[in-house]
């Protein structure tokens, strides 16, 4: 890949090449905006980490309340199977190419309430592709921030350019296909409580 | 200011919107159905149960322990005092028949005290920021993440953990306190206090603030009451009633909590039981949880060298209790931030509880929401949510 | 201004009521020495009424209104009702209370008192959605904490956990617990929760 902070001809340092698709992707890896969804504990430490110590606005991650502006959904929390098919439904309200990453242990398989909980889901990517794993309860701001680095490193292979032509089945940039899921689950009829 | 609107005048323009369960200010996937015309709320009924993850029914399956790391799960901005709520009840059960006496070494009692307004303190200072920034001013909510990672360091090198720390035990407290815990505590309060006095400057008289939450959604005291409102929703509107002074556990019986209560603080358009008079209790409560810490600190006995001394130590020895405890019943209440967290424990007499109830002051806040939020208008939704500080586990466990 | 004993609050509950109109309420003891009042479910709006309502009791309070169910509580003799507990308190007098109803399993019907305490409101629904105790007269009896289409009452001791819901399983693959709680197909339940 061309580096792209490394002048062509060494003649003038000012002028750098690469191609477009690279530099698409430099820009989206450092600007992930991310959706502000936190159901849970994890939340507090996601906010946190977007605070004056851990400031992860300094990677470019500015939180979104919309779907529709994000990149990144950070699963912060338990997700209950009532809350499910929400969190798919906003997954699906993202505008491609859209990443997620599950932090915490109840977004990855449950957490502690896996076992003896009736109403917790046992891992946030039954319902939506997940990208990136962050393990802990709740993982510390500096492991979110490692996980969001490992993420990056998934952006920065996104290839906006022909990427339907020449992948179809990948649309994500990660490594495996998103093939493995049991299939999109139904939605619910809106719940409409009265007074 | 509120309308004063009857519901029948709004227009053919109603619509029901949902507030939720995603969106950035209601603290938590908590879903609000709004009937509005777009400027004043006609009905707005809350939908809970979205972080429903059974706590409750976990309380059935684990033993006595165990169950403490699911207690800082029911209110994790909180945790220690959801952990000293859940341990202050087993102990009571336990002391409720001479043969499992647990005597709660004197040490460790004032341990938790310092842990506990420590983390009132962090937990208002979320209420506050929070809901600074639900209404516009995203500053005062950085200042107070900031200060609360003071407090997060302090508890790191206590325990280990940032947020849900696992750390007040049934009769004592986890570990001991660390080599210059004290000093590094005096260090924080001294310079929070400074910070307190640039956020007040920031945000409580901010005149755009203050107009914003005078006289919206006012409780009266006897609403409060039979709405089942604690804590600060509760003093807020005037009752002058807190656990830690009036059924006083621990070592608060000795401390002299004073309470401060709402006195429509927002001057001439403010009334008592108004969302500014909520957020300056919470602020003076701050200024008092500051001093308990420090009179904590000084009562503090040294440590002895055995763990289960009854003076010097950090946590009795529960173990053999706790396989065969009291059957029985009983209901014990603490102050969390949010206010009273009842716990009704039933044992069968074996190692694994039968039962075990958490009443949260959030989950009665949310029985009032109806209520209040008649005829105000949609914006003050927000406020009055940010007011009642709500958060969404302590709703749903 | 003066707190009651809990032999003083009967007494004095005993009395209000006129002689013909009393209610059928017995004292009772837990097996570790708190005292309770057990109520007649017919009786729970009237007596609620009195207890709030007058000046030497004013219970302004309610609590607390929880519930559990007493199938595997070792009593002499044994039951299988649910016990219907409300934690009563009185911030003037600063006394307390602690009022228990028993229903039925199968057909429990418990008057509600949300017209004494408007709190009752949220307690009750929770009862209703968790225990499976239908409350009568409650102006919205719907489940709260539950989805609408969930199946059984959870907090019974007799619930089987579903192994599925809205046709995702509850399990990850491969994923095994020792002493997991049996898990059985949602759409034949042990018991069903009532409308």
């Known amino acids: 890949m061309t580096d792209i902070t490394k002048p062509a001809n060494g003649a003038d340092e000012h002028v750098f090449t690469t191609s477009i698709d690279e530099f698409l992707a430099w820009g989206k890896e450092n600007s992930l905006f991310y959706l502000l969804f936190a159901t849970a504990c994890c939340g507090i430490e996601l906010m946190q980490t977007g605070g004056p110590r851990y400031d992860i606005d300094r990677l470019g991650m500015i939180p979104r309340a919309t779907p529709r502006q994000s990149d990144l959904m950070i699963v912060a929390g338990t997700i209950t199977h009532k809350m499910a098919s929400r969190v798919r439904t906003l997954w699906e309200q993202m505008t491609e190419p859209r990443w997620v990453v599950s932090m915490g242990s109840c977004a990855n398989s449950g957490g502690p309430f896996s076992k003896w909980s009736y109403s917790v889901l046992n891992g946030v990517d039954k319902y939506v592709p997940v990208d990136i794993y962050i393990p802990g309860c709740p993982p510390r701001p500096e492991a979110l921030i490692d996980g969001v680095m490992a993420l990056r490193e998934r952006v920065k292979k996104y290839r906006t350019l022909g990427v339907r032509d020449r992948d179809p089945h990948i649309v994500q940039g990660s490594d495996c296909a998103f093939g493995a899921h049991p299939g999109k689950p139904p939605l619910p009829e809106t719940t409409e409580p009265s007074a | 200011m509120s309308p004063d609107l009857a519901i029948e005048t709004l227009g053919g323009e109603r619509m029901r919107l949902n507030m939720g369960p995603h969106h950035p200010a209601t603290h938590g996937v908590l879903r609000l159905v709004v009937d509005t015309d777009g400027e004043v709320v006609a009905n707005c009924a809350p939908d809970h149960g979205y972080l429903h993850r059974a706590i409750e029914k976990i309380g059935e399956c684990v033993e006595w322990p165990m169950f403490v790391p699911y207690t800082d799960r029911v209110d994790y901005v909180c945790a220690m005092n959801a952990n000293l709520a859940y341990c202050v009840a087993v102990e009571k059960l336990l002391n409720s028949d001479p043969a499992t006496k647990v005597i709660v070494p004197m040490r460790a009692e004032c341990i938790r005290v310092i842990v506990a307004e420590l983390n009132r303190i962090s937990s208002h200072l979320v209420a506050v920021g929070a809901m600074a920034m639900d209404l516009g001013g995203y500053t005062p909510f950085l200042h107070a993440i900031a200060q609360r990672e003071g407090v997060n360091d302090i508890f790191e090198k206590l325990c280990g953990q940032r947020l849900t720390y696992n750390y007040i035990t049934i009769g004592g407290v986890g570990f001991d306190l660390h080599a210059n815990a004290a000093a590094e505590t005096e260090a924080f309060l001294a310079q929070f206090e400074k910070e307190m006095i640039r956020f007040n400057q920031l945000i409580t008289t901010n005149t755009i603030f203050q107009n914003r939450c005078a006289g919206v959604a006012v409780i009266s005291a006897a609403d409060a009451v039979a709405y089942g409102l604690v804590g600060p929703n509760l003093r807020g509107s005037g009752v002058d009633w807190d656990i830690r002074r009036d059924e006083p556990y621990g070592i608060y019986g000795q401390l002299g909590v004073r309470v401060p209560l709402g006195q429509a603080f927002a001057g001439r358009a403010g009334r008592v039981g108004d969302c500014y008079d909520r957020f300056v209790v919470r602020l003076l409560e701050i200024n008092e949880s500051v001093r308990l810490v420090r009179a904590a600190i000084k009562l503090l006995p040294p440590a002895a060298g055995k763990a289960n001394d009854p003076v010097g130590g950090f946590q009795a020895d529960v173990a053999k209790q706790l396989r065969k405890p009291p059957k029985g019943e009983i209901r014990v209440r603490t102050e969390a931030p949010r206010g009273e967290m009842g716990y009704v424990i039933v044992s069968d007499g074996s190692k694994v509880p039968y039962r075990v109830r958490v009443r949260t002051g959030s989950f009665t806040a949310c029985s009032i929401f109806n209520t209040v939020m008649k005829g105000i208008f949609l914006a003050d939704v927000v406020t009055v949510i940010g007011s009642f500080d709500i958060v969404v586990p302590e709703i749903d466990r | ?195």
């Open chain 3, 1 to 195: 201004m003066s707190a009651l004993a809990f032999a003083d609050i009967v007494e004095r509950l005993r009395a209000v009521f006129p002689a013909a109109t009393l209610p059928a309420i017995e004292t009772k003891t837990s097996d570790n020495g708190q005292p309770w009042l057990l109520v007649p479910a017919n009786d729970i709006v009237r007596v609620a009424t009195v207890l709030r309502d007058d000046p030497v009791l004013g219970f302004a309070a309610l609590c607390d209104l929880t519930g559990w169910d007493l199938l595997k509580y070792a009593a002499n003799p044994p039951s299988t009702d649910i016990a219907i507990v409300y934690y009563l308190h009185s911030l003037i007098h600063r006394h307390h209370l602690t009022l228990k109803v028993l229903a039925p399993r199968d057909t429990g019907t418990v008057p509600s008192v949300s017209s004494v305490w408007p709190v009752a409101n949220y307690f009750e629904r929770e009862v209703f959605d968790l225990l499976g105790v239908h409350f009568a007269g409650h102006p919205n009896l719907k489940r709260i904490m539950m989805p609408d289409d969930w199946i059984g009452s959870p907090l019974r001791k007799d619930y089987i956990y579903p192994a599925s819901y809205n046709g995702i399983a509850h399990l990850r693959d491969g994923q095994k617990f020792e002493d997991a709680p049996t898990r059985g197909d949602a759409a034949a339940p042990a018991q069903a929760a009532k409308p």
